[in-house]
Nanobody
Framework: VQLQASGGGLVQAGGSLRLSCAAS????????MGWFRQAPGKEREFVAA????????YYADSVKGRFTISRDNAKNTVYLQMNSLKPEDTAVYYC?????????????????WGQGTQVTVSS
């Protein structure tokens, strides 16, 4: 599966952005989908994940209550709605896909990655 992330940009603290990740290739609905982020000098960290059907979602504590992950299997797209953004949310955001991942928070076990989209939150 090929992944293409978009929607990043520059926003003031307290603002919102919606990231999108469009998938092509094999059946989108067979993949768990996730979002990760990587700030300069830091390791890639888990942000959110969603089950194949969209019925279950998972979040890092740092974004819980502010970010919402969703998916539209008819459009082969996963979204990350980010509200109440903080400067510490500044990072390159990556979408990821995997058919069998169990340890959602570990980036090393996800098989497919998008190219990343930059999110910058100014104070």
């Amino acid at each position: 599966v090929q992944l293409q992330a978009s929607g990043g940009g520059l926003v003031q603290a307290g603002g919102s952005l919606r990231l999108s990740c469009a998938a092509s290739g094999r059946t989108f609905s067979s993949y768990r989908m996730g979002w990760f982020r990587q700030a300069p000098g830091k390791e890639r960290e888990f942000v959110a994940a969603i089950s194949r059907s969209g019925g279950r979602t998972y979040y890092a504590d740092s974004v819980k209550g502010r970010f919402t992950i969703s998916r539209d299997n008819a459009k082969n797209t996963v979204y990350l709605q980010m509200n109440s953004l903080k400067p510490e949310d500044t990072a390159v955001y990556y979408c990821a896909a995997d058919e069998t991942v169990l340890t959602l928070t570990n980036p090393d076990v996800w098989d497919y990655w998008g190219q990343g989209t930059q999110v910058t939150v100014s104070s």
